[in-house]
């Protein structure tokens, strides 16, 4: 017995053909976003574990900024400390200026000079005095610029030449003259260095 196919066999073909590109089709979509699904969720870790390290490295800065203010205020309180304590120890050598100042006056004052006045303002000394002659003057500069510990850079503001008298009417003339000295602090006495020629006056 001969079967003769009465049925449209190229459309059941055709349908067949369509309904495997349509299962292939969403088979791909499916597998597509599947794909971008890992693909975003991925990503997404490592933004949030970027942002975490953000996070973490912020809070770090942070803290370090805190420790680099108080490093500041601790150097700045180092700072004011330190100048207390020079304010004090400058107080405290400067309770011994005028004891200094008196033993480099007698041990460096030459004959034939006399001091008539003393005069400080700070470290300055302001000297005020007679002596026998110009050259007595010029010797007690000399002596307080290179023979002293204690006393620097004096400086002559005046001499004018006058007479006194000897008793009677006998009259002697005189050099009238004032100076200008610089005493120094214990802690700048320390750090000169001796000068030859104060040697032989310090064994005196």
């Known amino acids: 017995m001969i079967l003769i196919n009465l049925l449209p066999h190229r459309e059941a073909a055709r349908k067949r053909r369509r309904e495997v590109f349509y299962a292939t089709l969403g088979a791909s979509a499916l597998a597509g976003c599947a794909v971008a699904g890992a693909i975003y969720a991925w990503y997404a870790g490592q933004i949030t574990s970027q942002q975490e390290r953000n996070t973490a490295l ?14 500041a205020t601790l150097q700045q309180e180092i700072v004011a400390l330190r100048a207390r304590q020079q304010a004090v120890e400058d107080l405290q050598a400067d309770r011994n200026m005028p004891v200094h100042l008196l033993n480099e006056l007698v041990r460096q004052l030459p004959d034939g000079v006399y001091i008539s006045s003393v005069k400080q303002e700070g470290q300055l000394i302001t000297l005020a005095g007679v002596a026998q002659s110009n050259e007595r003057v010029s010797e007690l500069l000399r002596n307080l610029g290179n023979n002293s510990p204690w006393l620097t850079r004096p400086d002559l503001i005046e001499i004018v030449a006058g007479s006194t008298s000897l008793g009677g009417r006998e009259q002697r003339r005189v050099a009238n003259f004032t100076m200008r000295v610089r005493i120094l602090r214990a802690s700048e006495a320390q750090q000169v260095p001796p000068t030859p020629a104060a040697a032989p006056a310090a064994k005196t």
């Open 58 to 71: 912020q809070t770090e800065v942070k803290r370090l900024e805190a420790q680099i203010k108080d490093i």
